[in-house]
């Protein structure tokens, strides 16, 4: 999925009151933002050139983002590793793995892409490796 002038605008002015007129799926961001009916008397209309540069940063976040969430899940998944009442023998692995998920994020080789179809790709993570139980 690509993030749109609406997922823009929402960003750039949360609770902002505006609709838009049908738009087509394939759209480009100009047609998208002349199809918005700006509703809210409280704050001004975002600017075109300033919902571009939204769509374009939101869009270049994406597949961070979606790394955040997956990471995420992942440790908490792994949550009950860390209770003190279950130490394990290998405690230090899960430790470890829950640190470099926590890192995976920061690394240099860091560049996650997107699929087709705005889905992760995850070969384009290198995940660590999940330690046994």
Same mark, same amino acid.
């Given at each position: 999925m690509t993030i749109g002038v609406l997922e823009a605008i929402q960003s750039l002015k949360p609770n902002a009151s505006f609709g838009m007129r049908g738009v087509k799926p394939d759209a480009t961001v100009s047609e998208q933002?002349?199809?918005? %009916?700006?509703? @809210?008397?409280?704050? !001004?209309?975002?600017?075109?050139?300033?919902?571009?540069?939204? *769509?374009?940063?939101?869009?270049?976040?994406?597949?961070?983002?979606?790394?955040? %969430?997956?990471? @995420?899940?992942?440790? !908490?998944?792994?949550?009950?590793?860390?209770?003190?009442?279950? *130490?394990r023998l290998n405690d230090s692995a899960w430790i470890n793995y829950r640190q470099e998920l926590r890192d995976i994020t920061k690394s240099a080789s860091f560049s996650p892409k997107l699929n087709d179809n705005g889905t992760l790709d995850e070969s384009s993570v290198t995940w660590p490796l999940k330690p046994s139980t």
């Open positions: 933002y002349n199809a918005v %009916i700006w509703q @809210d008397e409280s704050q !001004t209309k975002p600017t075109e050139d300033e919902v571009t540069v939204k *769509v374009t940063a939101l869009n270049n976040e994406e597949p961070a983002r979606l790394v955040r %969430i997956k990471r @995420d899940k992942l440790l !908490t998944e792994s949550d009950w590793t860390q209770t003190r009442d279950n *130490v």
